[in-house]
């Protein structure tokens, strides 16, 4: 211990500032707690820095730049269309993540939160370390919110460095690359190499599994697998990544497929396969909190550990790794701790891949109703019978609302097309109040929107469809 180094007392102490952790903080004081939050790298977390807010702002320039070179169907032809991607960059970091990240701060300052730079380990359940580059400090706190979230995993054979790279690199790429491999067609994984792919990379996506995008319904998929194929994306499921050589002037990547091997050379290699949580070399053994399988933090329905004030959320909690999810749970975790009875229910829990056209899903699949003994039927509306799509010109992909059969209560829903992510919202509230089709139906949808495909589908629930 540094010599006169006394320890500090605080309330609640959140560690990390992710979407879990500054949300958490900012919950916690709003409930009257006096409440520091410990950050080691960035304000905002994995999703602002490095994660959902700059993928999604590479896609949006993906999509600016195929509609400057594409609009000849509606009579619009550009010549001389350019990219430059060093512009793309700046904006990206100081025209969206920079502003984004500065308002957290504000935030949690406005909150009355004080921000504590460097990285927290436990001594006990009861005494943090704070260790940054040039001091050291000991606090003592009531009750602790861990929302320390994930990192990628390193797969043997593709050490990051150089030419192989994870999404952060990828995310932070200087030049656009000619070729890049993927290794991994999950959601992070496809929607790089979609935005890569409309950058103007010629992409290669290696994926284990018999498809991309393991957690979405086969139906969806086909309809992005079928935009990848049309901008010349290769798709190789089945494969076994082996190994990666960096030349210097580019990577050369070695899989096998069919028990063939097979190699293909590339820019860059991302890897992104998955991510690992932020569990380890942190102490929590020493504070009594039990790590369970995969590094995953075992929690109640409050988010409390094993250990009574201390709370985990995010993605060191089971669950999909999703940001929405970790502020979720970081409100509930705040307002356990002030006593409030609150407990997470996830049944109208959305999630969203940000690809072309965009899917999103909420509450159960047909299958998984099913599965569940729950008498349900599915009923699936297109893109292509809806006005305001046609008027933009992207039609593909359909609505499936999934209800019970009695009296038709929606209990999911999935989206394939454009604008799902935010319309998947009006059925996560219809899930979550337990309306039937019939509120939906009744409920005006504006014409021409694409909302309207949710009230067309809710009709044809209901057996009543007017445009099916
Ligand atoms: C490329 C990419 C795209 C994504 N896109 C989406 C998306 O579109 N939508 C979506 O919902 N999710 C998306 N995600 C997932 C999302 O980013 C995570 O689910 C979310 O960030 C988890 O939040 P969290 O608060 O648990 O942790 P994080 O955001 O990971 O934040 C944890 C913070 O804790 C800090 N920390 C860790 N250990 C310590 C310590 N010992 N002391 C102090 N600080 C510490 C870290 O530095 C970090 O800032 C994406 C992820 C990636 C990588």
């Known amino acids: 211990m540094v010599v006169g180094d006394f320890a500090l007392e605080l309330d609640t102490v959140v560690i990390g500032s ?133 990192r990628p995993i390193e797969i043997p054979g593709f050490k990051f460095k150089g030419r192989v790279i994870d999404s952060t690199g990828g995310l932070n790429l200087k030049e656009v690359p000619k070729k890049l491999v993927i290794i991994g067609g999950g959601v992070i994984g496809t929607e790089l190499g ?98 369970g399988e995969r590094g995953l933090v075992p929690v109640d329905k409050q988010g409390r550990t094993n250990v009574s004030n201390i709370y985990a959320i995010g993605d060191i909690v089971a669950g999909a790794a999703l940001a929405h999810k970790a502020s979720y749970e970081a409100k509930v975790a705040a307002e356990a701790i002030s006593g409030k009875k609150v407990e997470v229910d996830y049944k109208a829990m959305p999630a969203v891949a940000f690809t072309d056209p965009e899917l999103a899903s909420v509450g159960l699949t047909i299958a998984e109703a099913k599965e569940q003994g729950i008498e349900a039927k599915a009923v699936k509306f297109p893109f292509a019978g809806n006005g305001r799509a046609l008027s933009l010109g992207k039609t593909e992909g359909f609505i499936r609302l999934v209800t019970t059969v009695e009296d038709h209560v929606i209990i999911g829903a999935q989206i394939a097309g454009i604008g799902a992510s935010d319309m998947i919202s009006e059925l996560a509230l219809a899930i979550e109040s337990g309306m039937n089709a019939e509120d939906i139906a009744l409920t005006i949808h504006p014409h021409p929107s694409l909302g309207e495909i949710v009230m067309d589908a809710a009709e044809l629930a209901l057996g009543l469809p007017i445009h099916a």
């Open 194 to 291: 979609g935005a890569y792919a409309n950058l103007g990379s010629e992409v290669t996506i290696l994926e284990g599994s018999a498809q991309i995008l393991p957690t979405y319904e086969k139906d969806m998929v086909k309809i992005v697998e079928d935009d990848f194929k049309k901008k010349g994306v290769t798709i190789v499921t089945k494969a076994m990544a082996k190994e990666a050589v960096d030349n210097g002037e580019d990577v050369t990547v070695t899989y096998e497929v069919d028990g063939k091997q097979e190699t293909v050379t590339a820019d860059y290699v991302m890897v992104t396969v998955g991510r690992r949580p932020n569990t380890d070399d942190m102490g929590l053994e020493l504070a009594g909190v039990t790590i």
């Open 18 to 150: 992710g979407p879990g952790g500054y949300v958490a903080a900012i919950r916690a004081a709003q409930m009257g707690q006096k409440v520091a939050i410990i950050e080691r790298e960035y304000i905002g977390g994995v999703c602002l820095n490095v994660g959902c807010i700059p993928s999604k702002a590479l896609i949006a320039a993906g999509h600016h730049y195929q509609e400057a070179l594409n609009s000849q169907m509606f009579g619009v032809t550009a010549s001389d269309v350019s990219l430059d991607f060093t512009q793309t960059q700046e904006w990206k970091d100081n025209g969206v993540v920079n502003k984004l990240t500065s308002g957290i701060s504000f935030l949690l300052k406005k909150n009355k939160v004080e921000i504590i730079e460097g990285e927290a380990f436990f001594v006990d359940d009861k005494t943090l370390r704070v260790i940054n580059e040039d001091s050291a400090q000991t606090y003592e706190f009531k009750n602790a919110i861990v929302a320390t979230g994930s």
